[in-house]
Each structure stands twice: as C-alpha cells, then as structure tokens.
C-alpha cells in the first residue's frame, strides 16, 4: 500500500510504569498484587464534573451514561489515597527525577514550574474519577524526522478484573507518557520509532518490565479521514499491524461513504416497537428481551455488514455505540436470519418497519428505557457514516483490530488538581541529572570491550540481569564468563518453573566468585545454580554438586592414571593425551576446571616420556 | 506586561509557540491554559497577549428546570457548605451561585424527591462559625418550617458540624426534620460524596423522623448514609467519608442508596412529636479545655470571668489535683464547671476516686455520657436560658435532646 500517497500521519503515546519505592502521590509501594488476595472491597459511584472553565467533557459525559455502582479491590498495600479518602501526598521526587533524566535524554527543556492537573476518567478506573498529571518538558528530538512534543508525568490508573470490577494496587504507579508529533509516515516507521523510544527508557534501568508496564497507543489519520487514537497496545510486534488495520478501516469507512451517497441512502431516525413480531422467537437473545426495538436505514443494505478491518463491520461499530447504553449488541438484516432468528422473521420485520430490499434493519433487545437509549446512539453513528470517519478513541482487539471507546477527550476533561502545589525544578538540577549509557551504545562497547557477539551483547544490555552483569564485572569476573552464567541462570529458572526470587543476585554473584577463585570448576556452575534454586546454599551447592577437586589431589589422580596405561603411552607417544586426558576427566569433571587437568597431565606425561 | 484572567496569550517557550488562555500569576511566571487541557508555568517573559482566536468556549446548554408541586416542599439552608458549591479556579474563591436551579441541575435525583427553597444565612468556612452564628442558623431554619417547609437541609461544612447541630438541636424543638449535610471529598471531583449525602438528606428530610440530626456516609461505600442524632456525633477521622460516627448510641436511622431506603431506629424521635418552639438565648462567654499531665494549673486563670467551663479531664473525670484551688476559685466567683471525659465513650463519675470527690466538693458538675464539644454548646443554651445556678445544674443532668443516656441522679 502507498501510504504517501494515502496521506497516513501517526503519532506515538508511550505510557511507561517508572520503577520507584512509593506511588507518585502517596507512600505506598508499587507491587502488583494478585486480586485473589484483595483485603476489601470499596464501592463508589462517579459522576461527571464541570471543569474550571464550566464545561463538561464530551468523553466523559458518554462513560457517565449508566450509573454504575464500581468495586475496588484493596490490599494490605494499600492506603486511603488509593481509595480517594485522602488529600494526595506531595509528588514522588524519585519518580519526576526520573522523568527529568528521560526528557533530558530527549534534549528537552524542563517547565520552571510542574502544575498538576486532574485528567478526568469516569469510567471507573480511578477511584476519585481523576488521573493526575503534570506536564514536565517540551520540544524534543527524537531521530531525524521526528519531535517528542511533550512529556508529562503521570499516575497510573486502576487494573480492570471484570466489567464493574477494579483493582487498585496498580493506581497511582508513576508513569512518564511521551507524546511525537505526528511525524511517522508508514505503519513500520511507527515500529521502529515505539522501539527506539522503549530502548531509551529501558537505558534508564529504572522503569517497570514486563507485559502491561508500557503502553502504546498510537494516534492514526489519512488524508481525508480522521484523527483516531488507539489505547493500550502493549505488544510492539502489533503495532505495525493496528496501524495497517486502521488504515484500512478508514479507507473502508470512506469508501462506504461514497457508496452512501451514490445510492441516495438517508437515516430517516424513526424507531419502532417490534416486540410482537419475534414472538414465539427461537433467538435467546430475543426472548428473552422484555422489548424489542427496529430501525430502518434507507440503502444501507450489505454495507452494515461490509468487513471493514478483520472482524469488524460497519454494525461493529453502532454495536460499540450501543452497548454504552448496557445493552449487550444489536442485529442487523445483513447478518440475518441467523442466531435462532427466521427468514420468515425477517420478513415480517421488513414488512412490519416497511423496509425494501435496498434498506438495512438494525435490532435492539433490552428493557425499554436501554433500548431507547442504545437506538439514539445507533442512529448517531449511522448518521456519522455519511461524513466518513469519526474522530474517536478506540481500544485494541487481539490480533490489532479496534472497537470505538468513547469521542476524542478535549480540554474540558483536565482541571487543576487543588490538593498538590506547584513542584519547582531549578536550572542546576535539572543541569546535575546524569544522563544514562544508552543500551544501543552499551551493546557496541560490549562487543568492543568484552569480544561478545551481537547476539550475547543484545540479549545481555536487554536483559533484566544487566545491573547484576556490570555489578560482576565490576567486582572482577570475567565478563563472558558473566554474562553466559547469568543468562544460562536465567534460562535455568525459567526451565525448572522457579521465580526469580528462587535465584537472587547474591548467590548468582556468590557462584561466579567461587568459580573464579577456583573453589567450584566453570563446567559445574549450570549443576550448582540449579541446586541454589532447589534452596540449597551455594557453600552446600558446590560441595553436593561438585566438591573441589585440588591441584594436589589431581597430581596424584594423573599420575597414579599414567602409571596404569605406561605401555599404552609409550606406545602412543604425545598422541596418548588426548585419550588419557578423557580418564582423567571422567573422574574430576565439574569438579575442577579442565584448562588445570591439561596443563597437569602435559607435565606428567612430559617427565613421564 | 500585565495580564487578565482569560486573556488571549501566545507563549513562546522550548522554541514552541503555543496559545493558549492566561490563568494566574506565580511570582514571575505566569500559568497558561494550553489547548491540550494541561496548565504550563512559564516565565512571565515568554508571554505576549494576542488578539482574536477562533476558540470560543463551548457553553453547555442550559435548559430551564421544573419543580413537581406534588412534591413537598423542603428548605435548604446553606451556611457556604459544598452541595452547590463550584470553585473558581482562577481566584480560588468559591461561587456564591446558590438557587434551587442551580443544586437540581448538580444533582438533578432531588428533583424526584421533593421541591425546594433555598436560603443563605451567611457563606463561611465553617472553622469561622460562631455561637452568634448558630443563632442566625436556628431563627432562619424555624422562619421556614414556621412558613411550610416539611423538613429542613442544612448544607454546611464539616469541621464544626457538629457544634452547629447540636446548638440548633438545643435552640429548637422541631415538628419536621432538620438535616445537616456536608461533603468531606471536594464536590468538584467526580467521585465527591456530596450528591449521595444530599439525596440521602433529602430522604431523610421527606421521612418519618422529628429531630435535628446529621446526614452522612455510613461506611466508605456509596451503599449507605447514617442520620447521627446532632448530640451524639463526632467527626472522627480527618479526611474519610465515613468521618461521623454516632457515639454511645446507634444512629437514627440510615438510608440505603440510591433506592432511599429510609429505616428509622425505634428510639428515634418522630414527626409531629415535639411541637414547635424557638429558645435562641445562648451565652457565648463559655470555654473548653482539655486537661494534659503536667497542665499548668495557671491555665485556668484564663477563664476568669467566664460564665461557664467544660473540662475534657481523664478517664471517668479527673484533673491533677493542683488544679483544685483553681477549680475551687472559679465555681466560687461564679462560673459553671461542668466535667467531661477525653474518653470517646462512657460516662463521667467523680465518686470513685479521691480527686473526684474533691472535684465534687470543688463544686463541678458531671456531665455524665455526654461529649465535650456537645457539653460546651449545652452549656451555652443552659446558661442562657436557665434562671439561677440551680436551674442550671438540673438542667445540664437532664436528658434534653438525646445527649445524655439518661438524667443523671442528685445527691442526697
């Protein structure tokens, strides 16, 4: 596809958990807990607020639709800022510190003063209908072509366990969110720029890993389209993949556009009672359903049920519309008859709503006072259809497709937060940030320094092991020796099921210095690690595994190996090592390191010859 | 350059222009709205004023609202509280807007409850209340149930809640019921108590129930609010929704939300029981102390001259001895001692121990189970309405409003 020619803009918001002792406005620790183990429970309604400026936010006023009773999970981690009991503590210094450093890595320049606004969210995933959020720096480089515009810092919002349901021990986690400019021009230069953005916060060292710590949402229009933005993508692999969806999504949508026209088709926005046409229904859904409610629009036939991105339709999207009103979809006569729903049903309901051939019938069964409700969202999107694409945020589906969230947020969702003072940064601190080694540069010095190959060097500077790896060389170990101990460590926690608890730095440390010392023999330490994981100690490890072998003990173990194959070797000459050395070796392997056993058996057969 | 709240402003910074609407100075920067939402402080340098601008803000549409005259009629009394409260972020100040219009579009469920009449005695901090003030606060809230109103809401801020209360309960004997309500999380957020503990003191309001009484959160859950008798609550937690607790008595009633569930305890006093009446006197020369180890007795000098003093003493009622000759000084030159206890629960007896009976002797009045802050305000109404010393001490062991579990025995 000739994405120049199709006008595609993108732009990056990269949302990253930064690994601090405390949450960004209160003292509690920033551990995901397992929701099995919620302590209590708290119950809160939310209601949209009128911002500063006396206006309510579009966005939020659609997730304020239903009044919705929301559950928080708590823990014993927990405190009453969490649960909205308490006025916030002063910003975490760790935590803007290392949003500093990063904008800092982007050459931009800090505000004098950071204000903390409220972000408002109603949906339920922050317990005081907020996120707070302070814009920090502005006007970076990133690449050639591309500019970070700001950088904010921000709270982390609550875990959703189901529907109604929240867990709060991830609010409040700080976040750095990084906003480009809408610079990237093709589905994989958006890829590569995500990339390059994560290796630099990785450089850091100090920001959370694992799935769900860093989200991409990826803002994405064409010519003649419009501005979508596209939430929570946590798998770089997809992003390429939600924006070629995407494209083809608003192309799809503006060619149904045109289609709609050509045909003169209209939304007339008459609903009607269809109740008793489906009574005695075979349809679940439908029978259930205390009233049933239909819809005519005028030419719109085989274009809601058009495929406008892998497994979503144009009535995808008046269903995401409806079900803001609690109703679970719609049917429309493209998909139709099917899920218990007749042919001879269908057409009575095109004769009951007077529908032709050319028209599209859409279906909503719910209590009456959804129905209404879910029809007037149904007829607003089918009326957006005849402009093209709508301006919305969307989430991400499994495999990169998107569902409509809610309109694009404006500026009525942000107001001062009261409770946090300004938060001053001064020139000479934000001069005395020290920048960290970019892990790009640390993997060529690595391979320069260390003789690693790329492969090594990559998979080490990527590594959660990296401060423990340059915390060994520091301490004397020999960097190759390091780093294939500390990888094949990790390999051997992964394979044995154990958790990264089970093998801390220390005793990973403590086996290396053993092998270096010569108390434990390089070819035993995969044997050794694998005993310190079962909850041996490493002393214990090393005297199950491979009790040490000395040179004197070898000494003799040769010669006494010798004098047995005497004939042998004086048969054989020099040639004779190498068989001999695989008696001996047989005896002592992992017990003490081979380059000793070669040099020792060369001597002796040397005096021996 | 000076600017103005709202002004147009254009500012330069990080080698961005931005536009952007002027908010407020800090020091030499200024804070600037930007398109996105976000405030940005900058140097006030940075900042040049522009003309016109395409973005006019966009105005909700506001659409007139309809009281059901089928609905009864209830007063809401508000002293500056938070139900309709909108903070001016520019200026800090809060908006004085306060009509029946303005709350019903907040909170449009009290439409369905009733209809309303709103008045503003006085818009204060309530840290700034005062017995002068509770006065106003009693003769405003009898002038509307003496002109129709069916129940009361009384919107204030809950720092002193509880002295206000409790002072109207002693001012004024009500047919209908009289609601204090407030929010303790700020009513410009999302998740603000305040919509729930005002439909719930609308509930409350419309009910069964004939006393002044407190409306707020039962538990942190948006589930439940608790009706606290005005004599026997205490804000018990600086910043929770659940801060007011009933203390040594249940509460009288609570109300299930949203379905307004109205459950009335069997002690709690009913519509139409007490007959109207207005007894406004109080005596505001009145102190309250509380005793500490090592309290220098010279303390109490300060409340010379006073008409009356309640003491938080110890336990079941004490103070070190050395405060005796003191004590003694001030009953004898004629100022009314009541004691009370630090202890959040349980009654005051002065006969157990030693100092108690020098208390006694000292010429102090136990002031049995009830709270100190409540002993205060009771002792201003009592001093102000009783006719001798005698009357006084009768009338501080009698039981009057429900701030005493039970008239406490003379002695022989």
Same mark, same amino acid.
Request: no cysteine; charged share 20%; aromatic share 8%.
């Given at each position: 596809m000739d994405y120049a020619a199709l006008g595609l803009k993108a732009g990056l918001e990269i949302h990253q958990q930064l690994n601090t002792k405390e949450k960004l406005f209160c003292h509690s620790p920033t551990v995901i807990r397992n929701s099995d183990e919620h302590f209590g429970v708290v119950q809160r309604y939310l209601r949209t607020a009128v911002s500063e400026m006396g206006t309510v936010d579009r966005a939020a006023a659609e997730e304020a639709m239903q009044h919705r009773l929301f559950t928080y999970y708590t823990y014993d981690t927990t405190g009453l800022v969490e649960i909205d009991e308490e006025p916030p503590a002063p910003m975490n210094r760790e935590a803007l510190d290392i949003v500093l450093t990063i904008a800092k890595m982007f050459s931009m320049t800090p505000l004098p003063e950071l204000h903390t606004m409220r972000k408002m969210?109603?949906?339920? +995933?922050a317990t005081s209908g907020f996120q707070r959020t302070a814009l920090a720096a502005l006007n970076g480089k990133i690449g050639e072509a591309c500019r970070i515009e700001t950088v904010a810092i921000e709270e982390e919002a609550c875990q959703r366990v189901e529907d109604t349901i929240f867990s709060v021990d991830r609010l409040g986690i700080p976040l750095i969110e990084i906003t480009t400019s809408p610079c990237m021009k093709t589905p994989e230069e958006v890829h590569d720029v995500a990339q390059h953005i994560g290796m630099i916060l990785r450089s850091t060292g100090k920001v959370k890993r694992g799935l769900g710590t860093i989200r991409q949402d990826v803002n994405v229009s064409i010519a003649d389209g419009a501005r979508v933005e596209i939430k929570g993508v946590q798998e770089l692999d997809l992003i390429a993949e939600v924006v070629r969806r995407e494209v083809q999504r608003q192309l799809s949508l503006l060619a149904i556009r045109d289609e709609l026209a050509a045909r003169k088709a209209s939304v007339p926005g008459l609903v009607q009672d269809v109740t008793k046409v489906f009574?005695?229904?075979? +349809?679940n859904v439908l029978k259930k359903a205390k009233c049933i409610l239909a819809t005519v629009l005028r030419g719109f036939d085989g274009l809601v049920g058009m495929e406008i991105q892998p497994g979503r339709r144009l009535g995808s999207e008046m269903s995401d519309y409806a079900k803001k009103c609690g109703v679970g979809g719609l049917f429309h006569t493209d998909e139709l008859p099917a899920y218990g729903v007749t042919a001879e049903e269908v057409e009575k309901l095109r004769k009951e709503t007077g529908a032709g051939p050319q028209d599209a019938v859409i279906l909503v069964a719910a209590t009456e006072a959804k129905c209404r409700c879910a029809m007037k969202m149904i007829l607003r999107r089918a009326n957006m259809a005849f402009e093209g694409v709508p301006e919305e945020t969307r989430k991400m589906l499994e495999g990169g497709s998107t569902a409509y969230m809610r309109p694009l947020p404006g500026a009525a969702r942000m107001y001062p937060e009261t409770d946090v003072l300004p938060v001053t940064v001064t020139k000479e601190h934000f001069d005395s940030l020290v920048l960290p080694e970019l892990l790009a540069d640390k993997e060529a010095r690595f391979m320069k320094e260390y003789g690693m190959d790329e492969g090594l060097a990559h998979q080490m500077v990527y590594s959660e092991k990296l401060p423990l790896f340059e915390r060994a060389v520091a301490e004397g170990i020999r960097p190759m020796f390091a780093a294939r101990t500390i990888l094949a460590s990790l390999k051997e926690l992964s394979r044995g099921g154990y958790d990264a608890s089970a093998l801390p730095d220390e005793k990973i440390l403590a086996v290396m210095h053993a092998v270096e010392k010569g108390n434990a023999a390089k070819e035993a330490v995969l044997e050794i690690l694998t005993a310190c994981a079962k909850g041996l100690s490493v002393r214990d490890a090393i005297a199950k595994v491979a009790p040490s072998f000395s040179r004197d003990e070898l000494v003799n173990l040769v010669k006494s190996v010798v004098s047995e194959r005497a004939e042998f070797i004086k048969e054989r000459g020099k040639s004779a090592l190498g068989p001999v050395m695989g008696v001996v070796m047989k005896e002592v392997r992992g017990r003490i390191d081979g380059k000793v056993v070669s040099e020792v058996l060369n001597s002796e057969l040397e005096k021996f010859l | 350059m000076t600017f103005q709240n709202s002004d147009k402003v254009t500012v330069s910074f990080a080698g961005l222009e931005m536009d952007g609407i002027y908010i407020s100075q800090s020091g030499t920067n200024v804070i600037v709205k930007l398109k996105s939402g976000y405030n940005i402080c900058v140097p006030e340098t940075c900042c040049k004023k522009r003309s016109g601008g395409e973005e006019a803000a966009e105005t909700a549409e506001i659409k007139p609202i309809e009281q059901n005259e089928k609905l009864p009629l209830l007063s809401i009394v508000s002293t500056g509280g938070t139900i309709a409260s909108t903070v001016? $972020?520019? /200026?800090?100040a809060v908006s004085s807007k306060f009509t029946a219009e303005d709350i019903i579009r907040n909170i449009p469920e009290l439409a369905e409850i009733a209809r309303y009449h709103t008045v503003q005695p006085c818009n204060i901090l309530s840290e700034n209340m005062n017995p002068e003030k509770w006065q106003i606060l009693a003769r405003t809230i009898a002038f509307e149930i003496n002109n129709g109103a069916q129940g009361v809401i009384v919107t204030h801020g809950t720092d002193t809640m509880l002295y206000s209360a409790a002072a109207v309960s002693f001012m004024l004997d009500t047919p209908v019921p009289v609601i204090f309500v407030g929010a303790q999380r700020s009513a410009d957020r999302p998740s603000s108590d305040n919509a729930m503990n005002a439909v719930c003191a609308a509930k409350a309001a419309v009910s069964d129930l004939g006393e002044v009484a407190v409306c707020m959160?039962? /538990?942190?859950?948006? /589930?439940v609010c608790a009706i606290h008798r005005a004599t026997r609550v205490r804000k018990s937690h600086t910043s929770r929704r659940d801060a007011f607790q009933s203390i040594g008595r249940e509460p009288a009633a609570t109300i299930a939300y949203p379905d307004g569930d109205v459950v009335l305890a069997e002690d709690a006093v009913k519509r139409g029981e007490q007959k109207m009446a207005l007894h406004d006197k109080l005596e505001p020369k009145c102190g309250l102390i509380t005793y500490y180890p090592?309290?220098?007795?010279?303390?109490?000098?300060?409340?010379?001259? $006073?008409?009356g003093l309640v003491i938080a003493g110890t336990g079941l009622g004490h103070v070190g001895t050395d405060c005796l000759p003191r004590l003694k000084f001030l009953t004898e030159s004629g100022t009314t001692v009541v004691m009370t206890s630090q202890c959040m629960n349980g009654s005051v007896c002065d006969r157990v121990y030693e100092t108690g009976r020098y208390l006694l002797d000292a010429g102090i009045i136990e002031g049995g189970s009830m709270l100190p802050e409540v002993a205060l305000v009771k002792l201003m109404w009592v001093l102000g309405n009783a006719k001798d010393s005698e009357e006084v001490r009768r009338l501080m062991q009698t039981n009057l409003k429900g701030e005493l579990d039970c008239d406490i025995r003379g002695d022989f």
């Open positions: 969210i109603v949906d339920g +995933s009574e005695g229904t075979a +349809s | 001016d $972020y520019r /200026t800090g959160h039962a /538990t942190s859950n948006d /589930t090592g309290m220098n007795p010279a303390v109490l000098d300060a409340f010379e001259g $006073y008409k």
